[in-house]
């Protein structure tokens, strides 16, 4: 006997609204259609299901079983629906990305691109989400020891403090880094980042005036810009405020184990768009590296 699959989906309404009546509403159905499903549904059975005897419906031990089992079935059911459904609609291309990267790199390249959709942007610092099926791709700020398989290679990283020329007016270049003793450090979540360029720079120990913490690195940036402290940066990506003035690199160590990736689940790539501009991603980064190693040498 096949499954009353439509009374599946009733009994599942039923339970998750804790009414006949709210089922009903949801579903466009009348109430008596409801009881009739799930009459039919314990008689299929042959178990009671919904006790209501009661002013409030009460899952048997049955019911709690099948409904349990029922739910997270659904729930990958929907999920993979709407993933269908925003394959087969998708206009725009989902990224999430730090503000920082869309901001300073990815954005002045898209304003030249052909491309005819149109971009959302999930700003955070964060892995992304790809149960959200508005999210097509991300590009990340990873560790080169915690890349997971499949992501891409898109910017190498570097990491070296930045600060505001006013800061060293009164000292003598070549600057020696324990001079970040006498400074502000400004710091993303945590201090990882700092931690490690410090034991690069050969000083672990060393104690800051203070330490200040900003989860946007566009702030943090800012914050440098305005002499408020020192900020680890990407120079490659403040070329233009080193140009006008308002930042400098003032050390030669530089920290290379963060890069940008880029992760493109594999349903994803089956959309004509994103396809579109994952490619043209891969050139621009090719050439950006190409580029670089051409001014290295």
Known sequence: MLLPFKSLLVFEAVT????????????NVTQSAISHQIRNLENYFSIKLLDRSGSTLVLTDEGKILFRDLSSALAIIRNNIGKLKASAEATSVGISVRSHFAMKWLAPRLQNAPFDFDFHF???????????????????????????????????????PACHPDLLKHLKAPYNPEMLSQNILLHENDSVSWQEWLQLAGLEQLQPVRNEYYSDTNVRQQAAAEKLGFALVHPDLIKGEIAEGRLCCPFSEVLTTYSYYLKVPDDRLNISNVRTFVNWLDRESRDNRESVIRLAS
């Open 16 to 27: 998750r609204n804790a009414s006949f009546t709210k089922a009903a509403d949801e579903l």
């Open 122 to 160: 999930f700003h955070t610092n964060e892995s992304a989400d790809f149960s959200d099926p508005l999210i097509h791709l991300s590009i990340e700020w990873l560790r080169e020891d915690q890349v997971p398989d499949g992501a891409r290679l898109l910017f190498p990283g570097k990491l070296t």
